[in-house]
């Protein structure tokens, strides 16, 4: 079940590896100045970026054969210098009426990531993973089961939302021609263990076309297991993107076993992180919870999180479990499930059960990617 090669770490006899190295360097992994450096060190002329990010990012087309406004004979070179192709698709698995498509990619050196589109009625949400596997180890993430393979570079991150955004502009989506609206870091990895890439990757999904996508920073969430430094440097980005915290327990006790970084940072550091972030950027924090039977859903929890959140610039969104293969657990009662977004609401904190879509089409972070 592994999902690719794992780095080995220093003084590990480093094997030959033809998966080994970084991915190719695509325009999505600089900026526009770094862009025309490139053509100029290909010898190609620099003005030439600038039509090429609209390619990639206003037409979402890496195929040179639809680069009319270029003259043919450069197509390719361009091509080979800006956009090597990074993603191929491996599986797609569609429920929801062709509403819901999860798709399992390949990297160049093997690795599998997934990627969600959501569409609703108001709103399209990308769904993407920052990391091939991840580290974090938390026992009830399929992901966390295989490890960290390696950081995805920003054009395999901003590749998976141009996917999207082309089957979409495409009309490939039930519901007409439209848009990605939201994006959230919630597939494979912990975004914050990758900080500078995906820093590159909150400016450009936020950059007007043509440099860059042009998505609203307020509909975009990143999700952390709760690095705790890094939180707060993120609040100093001066960019209002949501941040969502995966605490699943109140408690430490709890939390050390279920979010196993929280033996390092414990939860009232993590959660004056939290009220910390939301006074910076003045959003409204998520907290993500996976209700798991008779684990973390017991009502006295429910009063110890309400008591630890109340009054303060929160949001509550509970999960019910989307139990991996072979797990010992699973999805809370739904009585158990009804008294504890009651006993939250008693103390005033907003809280709502997230709408589980894909569970079909193994929706639930690294699911797939660990089937294969
Ligand atoms: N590493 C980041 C982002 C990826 S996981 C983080 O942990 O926040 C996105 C969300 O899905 C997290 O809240 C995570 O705890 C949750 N999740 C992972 N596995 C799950 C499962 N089997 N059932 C329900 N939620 C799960």
């Known amino acids: 079940m592994s999902t690719g090669p794992v780095i080995p770490m220093v003084g590990e006899l480093i094997l030959e590896s033809p998966r080994r190295g970084k991915p190719p360097r695509h325009l999505a992994d600089l900026d526009q100045a770094g862009r025309r450096g490139a053509l100029v060190e290909a010898g190609l002329p620099a003005y030439r970026a600038d039509q090429i990010s609209r390619h990639f990012f206003s037409h979402y087309s890496s195929d040179p054969t639809t680069w009319t406004d270029i003259p043919a004979a450069e197509r390719e070179k361009l091509a080979a210098a800006l956009t090597p192709q990074l993603l191929t698709p491996v599986k797609e698995l569609q429920c929801d009426g062709g509403t819901t498509r999860k798709t399992l990619w390949r990297l160049f050196d093997g690795s599998l990531v997934e990627s969600v589109l959501m569409r609703y009625p108001d709103r399209v949400t990308m769904c993407i993973s920052s990391q091939a596997g991840c580290g974090m180890n938390c026992p009830f993430c399929a992901t966390g089961q295989g490890g960290l393979t390696r950081n995805l570079s920003a054009a395999e991150i901003l590749s998976q939302v141009v996917a999207g955004s082309a089957d979409l502009a495409a009309g490939l989506v039930p519901g007409g021609p439209g848009r990605v609206s939201n994006v959230v870091f919630m597939g494979m990895g912990e975004p914050l263990a990758n900080f500078n890439t995906l820093v ?30 890094r939180m707060k440097e993120l609040a100093q980005l001066g960019l209002p993107v949501r941040l969502a915290l995966s605490l699943h327990a109140p408690d430490d006790e709890l939390r050390d076993t279920l979010v196993p970084v929280n033996t390092r940072w414990k939860v009232s550091e993590v959660l004056k992180a939290a ?11 998520s907290i993500e919870y996976a209700l798991i039977k008779d684990i973390n859903d017991q009502a006295w929890r429910a009063d110890l999180l309400g008591d630890r959140l109340r009054g303060k610039l929160v949001h509550v969104n509970l999960i019910p479990l989307n139990p991996t293969p072979g797990s010992k657990w699973t999805a809370s009662r739904p009585e158990d499930e009804r008294e504890f977004v009651r006993r939250l609401e008693a103390k005033g904190v907003t809280v709502t059960v997230r709408e589980t879509r894909g569970r079909e089409i193994d929706g639930a972070c690294g699911q797939l990617a660990a089937a294969e």
Not at 275 to 285: D, P
């Open 200 to 229: 590159h990757v909150l400016k450009t999904l936020t950059t007007p076309q043509p440099h860059g996508m042009g998505i609203g920073a307020r509909g975009i969430t990143v999700s952390t297991v709760g690095l705790v430094p």
């Open 275 to 285: 009220w910390e972030y939301a006074e910076v950027t003045r959003r409204r924090v």
